[in-house]
């Protein structure tokens, strides 16, 4: 089945204390994104991918990273976090950036994060 | 930065009333993309028109789309109490361009 796959569903833990969240997808997409989303502020996108090695920041990059070292892997890093990220994160992936060749994005089933 | 603008916020609705969202947008696309998300899920992708399309069916979903007006619309006809969810509309400002999305309508449809 083809689908975007983020792990854990739930996650919390205590400021500071490193953390990693996957995002894998099975459909060869070139693209993939995380964006995290929270009450009244809609979607915002954090990292993105257009392809392999080649990662790009969104609009709040702060305090994440991401790598991109094989195709279908994306995961979020949080070095040190804090409670302002405490949110609901998203992974999504599409045949493109959703730009000139018109792919929808598919999305995982979302990451809830609490951090203390 | 927020490109799509969905309105209204909120929309309370019966069953088997027709269901209105609008989008409105900034800056030229390519295309304009609607997306469905039930509470707490991942976003599902309804529906892409493109920048020279005008209109767009799929089952009981109707999208409409000015350019001239910089603006989009989602028609549900004949609800049911499923589509209650928030859908929001993502363009893309131009071409290799990552998807904006904006900020949502939540519908409830009530039995």
């Known amino acids: 089945e083809a689908q975007v796959t983020q792990n854990p569903r739930y996650l919390i833990t205590v400021t500071g204390k490193k953390l990693t969240v996957t995002c894998s997808q099975n459909?060869?997409?070139?693209?993939m994104s995380w964006y995290r989303q929270d009450p009244g502020l809609g979607l915002r996108q954090i990292y993105y991918?257009?392809?392999?090695?080649?990662?790009d920041k969104g609009d709040v990059p702060e305090g994440y990273k991401v790598s991109r070292k094989e195709k279908r892997n994306f995961p979020l890093i949080l070095e040190s976090p804090s409670p302002n990220q405490t949110s609901l994160y998203f992974c999504?992936?599409?045949?493109?950036?959703?730009?000139?060749?018109?792919?929808?994005?598919?999305f995982g089933n979302g990451t809830r994060l609490t951090v203390t | 930065s927020q490109q799509g603008e969905e309105d209204p916020q909120a929309l309370s609705i019966q069953e088997g009333e027709n269901a209105t969202m609008n989008c409105s947008y900034k800056?030229?696309?390519?295309?304009l993309q609607w997306y469905r998300q039930n509470s707490g899920r991942g976003l599902v992708h309804l529906i892409l028109?493109?920048?020279?399309?005008r209109e767009k069916h799929s089952g009981r979903l109707r999208v409409t789309l000015d350019t001239s007006k910089k603006s989009s619309s989602l028609l549900i006809t004949a609800s049911r109490a499923a589509d209650t969810a928030s859908y929001f509309c993502?363009?893309?400002?131009?071409?290799?361009?990552?998807?904006?999305f904006g900020k949502g309508t939540r519908l409830s449809v009530i039995a």
């Open positions: 999504a992936s599409s045949l493109d950036g959703g730009g000139s060749y018109n792919s929808p994005l598919h």
């Open positions: 459909m060869n997409h070139e693209y």
């Open positions: 991918s257009m392809n392999v090695e080649v990662t």
């Open positions: 800056t030229s696309i390519n295309n």
């Open positions: 028109i493109r920048s020279n399309e």
């Open positions: 993502a363009t893309d400002p131009s071409g290799n361009t990552p998807l904006v």
